[in-house]
């Protein structure tokens, strides 16, 4: 088993101590990592904060709705094979021509240890999960038109996102580390802000952050202020020229931060005493 290689914040990524932690045993037992948490909480990007920290190449499987697990292991163009018989165009005999290695093919070939993506693998059908289980266990499988092996030199780093718009399988889960990243903190909060604007006011960062939170505590909300609609509001604020003063009373810019015209309605509406 590999040792703990030490996975910490970067200098465009602050996580908390106890996501540092989750990542570093997920490492060491080299199995995936299975991130949740509610949209604009930073899962996709934790992966290129990993492979920034550890040193290693990102490889990004974007799941869709269509996706199929075979897709991430390899495709046999039999388009291009069909005219190049057709054409006369290279030997269409050597069947490794028409293969492409996915996203995981990829991953298993690289000469180093690398950080494998899969981007909300709750978008699939209900069987992609389980039909990566052997692979992923494994990290090995067949090219079953040339009957070529690809198994991994190293395995991956792998982080699995999901919003949770579909429940996973349990052999699945049973598979991975699992961690829910919970919304940041007031003060976390304040840390990940100052990453991205380091020389705002401190003044106007902590109206900010009052509003911001203020926001996200109003009932009736249907779709609540994420973290990196936060992070493009206090952007439009200071390339507004916003001063600390007018947050006291207005909402400038509040199309950054509120996204269904319910919301606007409800927030426009005079509140109860």
């Known amino acids: 088993m590999a040792s703990v290689t030490g996975f910490s914040s970067t200098g465009g990524y602050i996580a908390s101590e106890e996501l540092e932690d989750v990542v570093n045993v997920s490492v060491a037992l080299e199995k995936p990592l299975l991130i949740r948490g509610e949209p604009g909480t930073g899962k996709t990007l934790l992966a290129t904060a990993v492979a920034q920290s550890l040193g290693m190449e990102l490889i990004t499987w974007h799941v869709k709705s269509t996706t199929k697990a075979q897709e991430g292991l390899y495709t046999y163009d039999t388009v291009q094979r069909l005219h190049d018989s057709r054409f006369g165009d290279g030997d269409v005999h050597d069947m490794e021509r028409y293969i492409k290695l996915g996203p995981l093919g990829e991953a298993f070939e690289r000469d180093e240890r690398c950080v ?19 692979e992923l266990d494994q990290m090995r499988f067949a090219v079953s038109e040339t ?14 996102t999901s919003n949770a718009e579909k429940e996973l399988p349990d052999a699945f889960l049973r598979r991975c580390v699992f961690h829910y990243i ?33 926001l996200r505590g109003f009932d009736g909300l249907r779709k609540k202020p994420s973290t990196s609609e936060l992070i493009d509001w206090v952007g439009a604020l200071s390339r507004g020229g916003v001063s600390e003063e007018r947050l006291k009373d207005e909402l400038p810019f509040i199309g950054t931060l509120i996204k269904k015209e319910q919301d606007l309605e409800a927030l426009a509406r005079p509140r109860r005493r």
């Open 182 to 214: 919970s919304f940041p903190s007031e003060d976390l909060m304040e840390r990940i802000v100052r990453v991205h604007y380091p020389n705002l006011e401190d003044t106007l960062i902590a109206r900010c952050m009052e509003r911001f939170y203020e």
């Open 147 to 160: 009957g070529r092996e690809v198994s991994a030199k190293h395995r991956p780093v792998v982080i699995i």
């Open 116 to 134: 494998l993506l899969l981007d909300e693998i709750d978008k699939a059908d209900l069987e992609f999960p389980n039909d990566l289980l052997h």
